[in-house]
């Protein structure tokens, strides 16, 4: 729950993938650690935006609810390694971790405030990265970087709100007739490419500089579903 919003809980989405390759989730959210033993950058942003106190939310005890073991999940695609996104690597410690070069170099060698958002307990139990960083593709003229899944997934490189932070496209085309790609963009747009709740200048210090093409590209493409790595939901809707 935000202190400044107190009617909505603010939730960071994880998506779970199935694929050809085994399960893959994109983003894990809070780890049980985060709960459990939540490390002084943790208990910072927690003071900051009330993190619910509630294990029970973490990816791995969502996932055991549908009958899924954390060693069911072979790969995890990351938008950004900052401790709300990445904080659930240990609770998948055999999964390969997929994640831009250029992330994986800022989180090693922090260089701006916003880059201080990275939790050394998320990485401590040596992931196993597959680093990327060669965009071989365009989707839907984005620079994008080819995932080895099928159906198809791309990192498409988002830079600004961290040195290496990037979307992931992914086909849905079960939903046929609905829209038929998820486009988790993560931290480059704010809470909503429709909804927003911050002013322009304020995205554009924290979030990087993207927002304005991505509501473009929102508008032009229906057949395109956008997600944010920070969406709204009334308090009624998640468990306190
Ligand atoms: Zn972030």
């Given at each position: 729950?935000?202190?400044?919003?107190?009617?909505?809980?603010?939730?960071?989405?994880?998506?779970?993938?199935?694929?050809?390759?085994?399960?893959?989730?994109?983003?894990?959210?809070?780890?049980?650690?985060?709960?459990?033993?939540?490390?002084?950058?943790?208990?910072?942003?927690?003071?900051?935006?009330?993190?619910?106190?509630?294990?029970?939310?973490?990816?791995?005890?969502?996932?055991?609810?549908?009958?899924?073991?954390?060693?069911?999940?072979?790969?995890?695609?990351?938008?950004?390694?900052?401790?709300?996104?990445?904080?659930?690597?240990?609770?998948?410690?055999?999964?390969?971790?997929?994640?831009?070069?250029?992330?994986?170099?800022?989180?090693?060698?922090?260089?701006?405030?916003?880059?201080?958002?990275?939790?050394?307990?998320?990485?401590?139990?040596?992931?196993?990265?597959?680093?990327?960083?060669?965009?071989?593709?365009?989707?839907?003229?984005?620079?994008?970087?080819?995932?080895?899944?099928?159906?198809?997934?791309?990192?498409?490189?988002?830079f600004g709100h961290?040195?290496?932070?990037?979307?992931?496209?992914?086909?849905?085309?079960?939903?046929?007739?609905?829209?038929?790609?998820?486009?988790?963009?993560?931290?480059?747009?704010?809470?909503?490419?429709?909804?927003?709740?911050?002013?322009?200048?304020?995205?554009?210090?924290?979030?990087?500089?993207?927002?304005?093409?991505?509501?473009?590209?929102?508008?032009?493409?229906p057949e395109v579903?956008?997600?944010a790595g920070h969406?709204?939901?009334?308090?009624?809707?998640?468990?306190?």
């Amino acid at each position: 729950m935000s202190p400044w919003f107190p009617r909505w809980h603010i939730y960071a989405p994880v998506l779970l993938v199935e694929t050809e390759q085994g399960l893959v989730l994109v983003d894990t959210g809070l780890g049980l650690h985060d709960y459990e033993r939540p490390s002084p950058v943790v208990r910072f942003f927690s003071a900051d935006f009330g993190i619910l106190k509630n294990p029970g939310l973490a990816a791995v005890r969502q996932l055991e609810g549908l009958g899924i073991q954390p060693g069911d999940v072979s790969h995890i695609v990351l938008t950004h390694l900052h401790f709300d996104h990445a904080g659930g690597l240990p609770d998948f410690p055999q999964a390969q971790v997929h994640v831009h070069r250029r992330e994986y170099e800022a989180m090693r060698r922090p260089r701006s405030w916003i880059e201080l958002g990275y939790d050394p307990q998320d990485v401590a139990h040596a992931p196993r990265w597959v680093l990327h960083d060669q965009p071989d593709a365009k989707w839907y003229g984005f620079e994008a970087i080819r995932l080895p899944f099928t159906p198809e997934m791309f990192l498409i490189p988002l830079f600004g709100h961290t040195r290496g932070h990037c979307g992931v496209a992914i086909w849905d085309g079960k939903t046929s007739g609905e829209p038929h790609w998820l486009f988790q963009c993560a931290d480059s747009l704010p809470t909503d490419a429709a909804f927003d709740l911050t002013p322009a200048w304020l995205n554009r210090l924290v979030i990087g500089p993207h927002v304005p093409r991505l509501k473009e590209f929102a508008a032009a493409h229906p057949e395109v579903r956008l997600l944010a790595g920070h969406m709204t939901v009334r308090r009624t809707v998640l468990p306190g």
